[in-house]
């Protein structure tokens, strides 16, 4: 008989957001009347804009013609694209990355699932507490997390690197030397951002151990803060021991239509290997490519216009989260991140748990919010709030949150 892969049997239950769904599900049943703002969403909800509208509505009508048909594509993406990000995402910051060293995807969360395919089982893998779920959940599916510890809310074979109020919220190098390391900057849950210093520190720490950085990130368009660096290459050393995540989806709206990319540069090998090499072989095996109609959506952002439409969104999510830092700092609460990110982390008051703040805000002011303790046990006493929704909708729950507290 089939035998499945006992590791997905060692999973907990995706916990986090059916939890939070249940329970604003059986709040709203119980108080039908209750307006319940969700600053839980971690979706954008603006539209797409003009410039990338108009390029996918071109493709499509090219689609149509004999001469303008696609079929499948190339599996790393079209020339056209790749070479746009080159320019714009990298030579416009003085970064040499060259077109055959990004890999078009259809998100930046298969890649960094997918990515453990070119590793071997027998790494030690380190990751952030609190840390976006992807990364420990694909590690223990491909059996390299080991067992799952219920009463710690770890898995035994991970390392994990607590980000806490002591060290702001940014991972320090473990003890035990890992083979393969996730950061995340901006960081979800913590909107905190890891400046060009001690992306430094990390780079150089990989270099000399041989570990490789993944280095994910998705929301690198919120990034306002002179020191910190846009990509991981602008950091001397990368080249030999980074690979990086970059998406589209929290950029340009892409939740919805799927594009996203990742580096890896020609100088990363281990073992005599380039990985390089072994991502394109694993692409060109398992994926068929982004749709031709996407990724011309996906290379309008880097035209002029496309740049600005996408900016002036940015800058609304970004009014959104300075709305709720200074609403909630004003109402003497303590929150961190939202500077150079969507998501601000708030310290729930008086020591409370997550879970139970969760409750009383959903109850005392229906806002939905993101308990802390589901992203690791150094969540706990806090939450994630998100600058995605509609303004005005923001600004009243901020005003009826910090209502509770005045
Ligand atoms: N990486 C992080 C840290 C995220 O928070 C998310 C989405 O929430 C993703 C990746 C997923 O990006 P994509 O939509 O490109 O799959």
Redesign the pocket.
Known sequence: MVKVNENFLKLPGSYLFSEVARRIGAYTAAHPEADIIKLSI?DVTLPLVPAVIQAMHAAVDEMGTAGGFHGYGPEQGYEFLREAIAQGDYAARGVDIRPGEIFVSD????D?GNIGDIFGVNNVVAVCDPV?P?YVDTNAMAGRAGEYQEELGRWNRLVYMPCVEKNGFSPEPPEETPDIIYL?SPN?PTGAVLTKDQLKVWVDYANASGAVILY?S??EAFITSEDVPHTIFEIEGARTCAIE?R?F?KTAGF?GNRC?YTVVPMELERGGVKLNSLWNRRQCTKFNGVPYVVQRGAAAVYTPEGRAQIMENIDYYRRNAQVIREGLAAAGLTCFGGVDAPYIWLRTPDGVGSWDFFDQVLDRANVATTPGAGFGPSGEGYVRLTAFGEAEATRTAVERVAGMFR
């Not at 998100?107 to 298969?110: F, I, N, T, W």
């Open positions: 971690g998100g930046a969360k298969s960094c976006y992807v995340c979800n994910d998705a929301y995540f998406s989806s939740t996203a």
